[in-house]
């Protein structure tokens, strides 16, 4: 834990970064919660434990801080650095203006409730971060045991005929309530304008009718697949626990099955939506 | 038409077996009524028949019931197109009654903090039909975590303000207090699965609820906010948040909302009237590009002032019931107890 | 609804110089096909967006068709490759999610290729008349009924 802080202060004192981007605890519970530090002194607070549940490379794209403060670190476990690779990869970011304080992690809770591992934890290859430029261990760390939940699902899903599956989904969206927090919270949703809040031409409905729901949710799915690293965070905050990872983790699957494309995990591999392969499979298209 | 805590007024109290609420809910299901109750998403439709049981020591749900008053998408008119005429049609708001079984005070009191602005200049039509015919039975709350707050806006696990019925948990049943007018027509109606109360259970039960701890004054908040638009201290209060509306959405008296038209076809379409949430970047958007509150922190400073300012010097009420669900909800863990508490804190120095 | 007499509604997005002139060919050698289609041309299959697809669906679409030029010939060089990487994605997604390959067909079809046109329009709309009408999402629209 001092090592962590002493990287930190060491990085403010001598301005290497302007600003360090950690978790901080949450008094009176077991949570933690985002902080941004900018003093040197103020970096006693971080903290890494099992409850850090968020990314927050979503920092990164926001315009306040891309206002205010010209380098940034971060400390990120191996799921958050792949975000930041992404964007990287989509020039949203550039390595130079980044520290990132990888940290060792043993896993992470599903939720503040301190229940169960988070699914995406399960199988992760990158709890010994890919890309860093300090390495922390995580304090009291015992990797957690548990059932990948997701994929058990994703796989009945895959056993259901067409039918079912609709009628799955349009249940599950039927709660909508279109509050974008899962846009909101995601690193790699930072289009200036999102398509849903476009209203020459509405694509989307903003309505959280069942039209409405099932469009968001589809185009949100599609415009991520390729670029989702699998954070988790959509579903985590979604105030109305709408499986949305299902969406996404499917569409992991299919890039790595389809193209053999993992995103995050290289810096200097192109995005597969932005390019092209003249062997990609056509034995669909008649 | 809407309650009001008539402490005074109210007649001995009544109890009802949880057998026989489950009769009542049953008969009234028969009668075409609508009940629901609190479950894991928000307050859900009981079905014929269905078994069910209020455990009050259970947070609150992750949303609350604004949605049976003020639902999420309304269409408030319809259009038809025929060559170059328009047909304009206009729904009739959902009249169903509603009775909603297990509200804490923190959601029972919300229609009526609500129901000031959607009767303040223009009478709202939508709105005054569901709230008029909707029912509120509350319930004795038995749960206080980290985030709760009534007690500092007002409101207490056991108050009866906005409640018609009104629930205490005792042995095999509940006792019930009838507060309001409509309470009492609705007591007269169903008078025989109830029988008469015992006081002191009543007394015991409610002398066992934990209340969380007042934190501030709002009075001293209102004065503050209004002398302090410009203070510092906001620029530090939203850089966190996402801009998401999770927290005005599962708030149960957030009532922003957004017009917009949608249609089906070339013909025929619909204006619809949507929840709206003043954290979106675009909320304030003007048309000619201008946005007046352009940064999160000016988003977030609008949030805590109108519910703790503005509401309160229109209406003589603070928009907020201190449930807690925005700050147990949100993504980044914002607390509005805590950003609350410590304004009340530079007021007071 | 007589499953019979259903005649499925097909929108059809293709590509203006391939496809699009692949239809007028079998138009101008008075090659029958079935009526059921409506074209909507752009200028290349990489201008279409999976929201076309997903709107044409909402406003009542029982099959989505979608068809531009062969790879390597595509007027403005790469646009079908892109296309074509989008297709493989979305249509997954699709689905995943219960709209399956009987609602949603795609084809390389070029400008001397008129029969291979007739044969791809026809084939689609017996697949779609035997699936029958997409009554699940026309039912995602009736959620609100004039004067309910």
Redesign the interface.
């Known amino acids: 834990m001092n090592n962590l802080r002493q990287i930190a202060a060491e990085l403010l004192n001598t301005g290497k970064v302007n600003a360090i981007v950690g978790y901080v605890p949450v008094d009176g519970t077991s949570r933690t919660k985002p902080f941004i530090a900018t003093k040197p002194e103020e970096v006693e607070k971080f903290v890494i434990n099992q409850n850090i549940l968020n990314n927050l490379s979503v920092y990164l794209t926001k315009d306040e801080v891309k206002k205010n403060f010209k380098k940034i670190g971060i400390i990120a476990k191996g799921c958050d650095i792949k975000s930041i690779i992404a964007l990287i990869q989509e020039n949203q970011i550039q390595r130079d203006n980044i520290v990132i304080i990888g940290i060792k992690c043993s896993g992470v809770y599903a939720d503040f409730e301190e229940t169960r591992i988070a699914d995406k934890c399960v199988n992760c290859e990158v709890m010994e971060p890919h890309l860093f430029d300090y390495l922390v261990e995580m304090e009291n760390g015992s990797v957690l045991a548990g059932e990948d939940q997701k994929i058990k699902i994703i796989r009945q899903i895959e056993t259901m005929n067409a039918e079912e599956r609709w009628d799955f989904f349009e249940n599950e969206f039927s709660r909508c309530i279109k509050c974008y927090a899962c846009r909101q919270v995601c690193p790699m949703c930072y289009c200036e304008r999102c398509i849903v809040d476009k209203a020459i031409p509405r694509w989307i409905e903003s309505s959280a009718h069942k039209r409405g729901n099932f469009a968001w949710n589809l185009v949100r799915a599609f415009h991520l697949s390729g670029r989702c690293v699998g954070c988790g965070e959509c579903e985590r905050v979604c105030p109305m626990d709408i499986p949305l990872s299902l969406l996404n983790r499917k569409m992991i699957m299919v890039t790595q099955e389809e193209f053999n494309y993992k995103s995050g995990m290289d810096l200097n591999t192109p995005t597969l939506i932005g390019s092209y392969d003249l062997k990609d499979n056509e034995e669909f298209i008649e | 038409m809407k309650s009001s805590s008539n402490k005074s007024n109210s007649m001995e109290e009544k109890y009802i077996t949880q057998a026989k609420l489950q009769e009542l809910c049953n008969e009234l299901m028969e009668n075409n009524f609508d009940v629901f109750i609190p479950r894991?998403?928000g307050y859900q439709k009981l079905n014929k028949g269905e078994d069910f049981t209020i455990d009050n020591s259970l947070k609150p749900t992750?949303?609350s019931f604004k949605d049976l008053v003020f639902p999420?998408?309304e269409?408030i008119l319809?259009y038809k197109k025929n060559k170059s005429e328009v047909e304009i049609?206009d729904?009739?708001p959902?009249g169903r009654t509603k009775i909603i079984l297990g509200a804490k005070p923190c959601d029972a009191k919300s229609i009526s903090i609500m129901s000031k602005v959607f009767n303040w200049d223009y009478k709202d039509e939508f709105f005054n039909v569901r709230a008029n015919n909707t029912l509120i039975v509350g319930i004795l709350c038995n749960f206080v975590d980290?985030f709760c707050f009534c007690t500092s806006v007002g409101l207490s696990p056991k108050s009866t303000e906005g409640s018609d019925l009104f629930l205490i948990p005792v042995d095999g049943g509940y006792g019930v207090k009838i507060v309001s007018e409509r309470g009492n027509e609705f007591y007269q109606k169903y008078s025989n699965y109830f029988t008469a109360g015992d006081e002191k259970q009543i007394k015991d039960s409610e002398a066992k609820v934990k209340e969380p701890e007042v934190t501030f004054e709002p009075e001293q908040v209102r004065r503050w906010i209004g002398e302090n638009f410009e203070n510092n201290y906001w620029n530090t209060v939203g850089?966190?948040c996402?801009?998401?509306?999770?927290c005005?959405?599962?708030c149960p008296v957030c009532h922003c909302f957004?017009i917009?038209d949608?249609d089906?076809?070339y013909t025929e379409g619909?204006r619809?009237k949507?929840?709206d949430?003043c954290q979106?970047e675009?909320f304030t958007l003007h048309a000619s590009g201008h946005n007046p509150r352009n940064?999160?922190?000016k988003r977030y400073r609008q949030r805590i002032s109108h519910k703790f300012k503005y509401y309160p010097d229109k209406f003589n009420e603070i928009l907020c019931t201190g449930c807690g669900r925005c700050s147990r909800?949100c993504?980044?863990?914002?607390?509005i107890k805590k950003i609350v508490s410590d304004i009340n804190s530079f007021a007071q120095s | 609804m007589n499953k019979d007499n259903f005649e499925p509604k097909i929108v059809a997005f293709v590509c203006n110089w391939c496809t699009y002139t692949g239809a007028d060919l079998a138009g101008t050698s008075r090659m029958k096909y079935k009526p059921n289609v409506r074209m909507i041309k752009l200028p290349c299959t990489g201008r279409i967006d999976p929201l076309f697809i997903l709107k044409a669906f909402e406003r009542g679409a029982d099959g989505v068709l979608v068809s531009g030029c062969h790879p390597g010939d595509c007027h403005y060089n790469a646009g079908n490759f892109h296309a074509r990487r989008r297709w493989i994605m979305f249509r997954k997604l699709l689905d995943f999610l219960g709209i399956d390959d009987s609602r949603i067909h795609f084809s390389w079809v070029s400008a001397s290729e008129g029969k291979k046109f007739v044969d791809v329009v026809n084939g689609f709309t017996d697949k779609v008349k035997a699936r029958g009408p997409f009554t699940r999402f026309k039912k995602l629209n009736e959620e609100f009924v004039i004067n309910e």
């Open positions: 894991q998403y992750k949303s999420k998408a269409p319809y049609i729904p009739k959902n980290e850089t966190l996402l801009g998401c509306a999770q005005a959405f599962v957004d917009v949608e089906y076809c619909r619809m949507n929840w949430a979106f675009i940064d999160q922190n909800g993504p980044v863990s914002i607390d």
